[in-house]
């Protein structure tokens, strides 16, 4: 087998384990049931991937490295802090509204019984999407004369959750409530009496 050949083998079996996630919620996939979704044997999987769980940890990675490019784009393109943070929980919600089956391991249903360090990768990519929202927060008193009425962490926690809380009601409702339903409404909600001025 070529290279490019191994590539969409590996890219084939990612993409029905997704289509898997959302086609079975709260249902526990198996190799054996994997495998014949993908039209190859077992041991045919186990060569692309040691484990389920390195297929789990490469999902996650594309997760990572879609949002967190286009994360490093909306800050090199938008300048003030409110449309930047807008702008990334947007990409985050539109993203999980485009990829269901993958929005599972997000919330972490789809991890259950699977490796721990499956769940710590989870939590750490949430935390550097917490973390960049408040580098946003510190920078708009330097760059704008605007602070949180409350403690950046308090702030980018709050902003944080409110995203949280839309991808899991996504989940729950078996991928009927979607993500950005309502959003455009509610972030001027949000940002009412978000900021004030720091009177520099």
Known sequence: MTQAQKISRRQQILEALAHMLEASPGARITTAALAKQVGVSEAALYRHFPSKSKMFEALIEFIEETIFSR???IMEETSSAESRCESILSLLLAFTERNPGITRILTGDAL???NEKLH???IQFFDRLE???KQILREAEMREGLRPTVTINTAANLLMSVAD???NQY???NFKRKPTEYW???WPLIMQGFFKQTGR
């Open 112 to 114: 259950t019984g699977e």
């Open 120 to 122: 710590s990768r989870v």
């Open 131 to 133: 973390t960049q929202l």
């Open 71 to 73: 994360v490093k784009i």
């Open 171 to 173: 989940v729950r409702s």
């Open 165 to 167: 809380g839309r991808i």
């Open 184 to 186: 455009a409404d509610q």
